[in-house]
């Protein structure tokens, strides 16, 4: 074979690898390289990868006087952190102080937040949580592991208050931020309240002029009539 004919095959050969990488690139949107190098250069053939340092795991949140009760109940006050920008270091510490405080339901909020999130892809940094991460974990919550909107919800706000944390910590940084407006939206469950006043009592909720100011009637003040869901 002809020098020129080598040429013209590696040519083509990382015109081909050109024409996958930026498929995959275009599909990460906004483009975070870490979730580039997961799905494109790591366990490719065509790379020949540098060997990896000694992971240096970050040590656990200390148990030292916390009650039997609590380690049992929540596995993150136990777990070894990657490193510090990764998620489990900060929901750790968050769970901690909620505990402290006596919030142990919003503690075990976080956890379940945590759990999930890790069952998704992994105990990731806060820098591969993007917009489309989250996006992508709504679907995979809904359709794979049959949760409802309010759930994924309940756990995006955990995420977004210990997002915050991070960035107030300095772990990562603020335009790194993946919620709000033409990023990522936080689902909202159905409105049961109003949905069941609609149902019980249709002739009062028309009352009045459109963008009228007039009171509802008592009766939707009423506990008796507001379900729980």
Not at 119 to 140: P, S
Not at 202 to 228: C, D, H, K, L, V
């Amino acid at each position: 074979m002809r020098v020129s004919e080598s040429f013209a095959i590696l040519r083509d050969k990382i015109n081909d690898l050109s024409r996958q990488a930026q498929a995959k690139a275009e599909a990460i949107v906004p483009f975070n390289f870490s979730m580039f190098y997961q799905r494109f250069v790591h366990g490719n053939p065509l790379f020949r990868e540098k060997k990896s340092k000694v992971l240096k795991l970050v040590p656990r949140e200390s148990t030292l006087g916390l009650p039997n009760a609590w380690i049992n109940r929540f596995p993150i006050l136990t777990e070894l952190h990657p490193g510090p920008a990764n998620i489990s270091c900060v929901y750790a510490s968050t769970v901690k102080s909620l505990l402290f405080q006596d919030r142990i339901g919003t503690a075990s909020s976080y956890q379940s937040s945590y759990s999930s999130i890790k069952h998704f892809r992994g105990n990731v940094r806060f820098a591969d949580i993007t917009a489309q991460y989250l996006k992508e974990y709504e679907v995979w919550m809904i359709n794979t592991e049959h949760n409802s909107k309010t759930t994924v919800g309940i756990y995006m706000r955990a995420l977004r208050a210990v997002f915050n944390e991070a960035i107030e910590k300095r772990l990562t940084s603020a335009e790194s931020f993946p919620f709000g407006r033409r990023r990522y939206g936080i689902p909202t469950g159905r409105n049961i309240k109003r949905h069941w006043s609609c149902r019980l009592f249709p002739n009062y909720i028309m009352q009045g002029r459109p963008n009228s100011s007039a009171r509802r009637p008592e009766i939707f003040g009423s506990s008796a009539f507001t379900p729980t869901e």
